[in-house]
């Protein structure tokens, strides 16, 4: 059983850091995408930040330089770093990844539960 776990949200001021971690628990072959997205109550989820495998990694416009996703492959890990955040950033943050367990098998998308983050003085 593949899980997605979020961590590291919480309440900010405006201006403020904040880096949300994601774990993904169980036995798998590899990780080919991990993604965030967010969500604001009433509208839909939105990409934040995609990486599939090693190549670049895709940031949302509205990022504008002030995040930074990472990844350890080797803790089947990720992290996405937040600074200068604005009240318009809060919302609940998703961990997305595609994970095959084996080396035979299809990709499958699993999900987290999400964190909250609240960005407010």
């Known amino acids: 059983q593949v899980r997605v776990v979020e961590s590291g949200g919480g309440l900010v001021q405006p201006g403020g850091s904040l880096r949300l971690s994601c774990a993904v628990h169980g036995l798998l072959f590899k990780i080919s995408t991990m993604a965030w997205y967010r969500q604001v109550p009433g509208k839909q989820r939105e990409l934040v930040a995609l990486?599939?495998?090693?190549?670049?990694?895709n940031y949302a416009n509205f990022v504008e330089g002030r995040f930074a996703f990472s990844r350890d492959n080797a803790k089947n890990m990720g992290y996405l770093q937040m600074n200068s955040l604005k009240p318009e950033d809060t919302a609940v943050y998703y961990c997305?990844?595609?994970?095959?367990?084996?080396?035979?098998?299809?990709?499958?998308?699993?999900w987290g539960q999400g964190t909250q983050v609240t960005v407010s003085s």
């Open positions: 997305n990844a595609l994970v095959k367990r084996t080396i035979m098998s299809s990709d499958v998308d699993h």
């Open positions: 990486q599939r495998d090693r190549d670049s990694i």
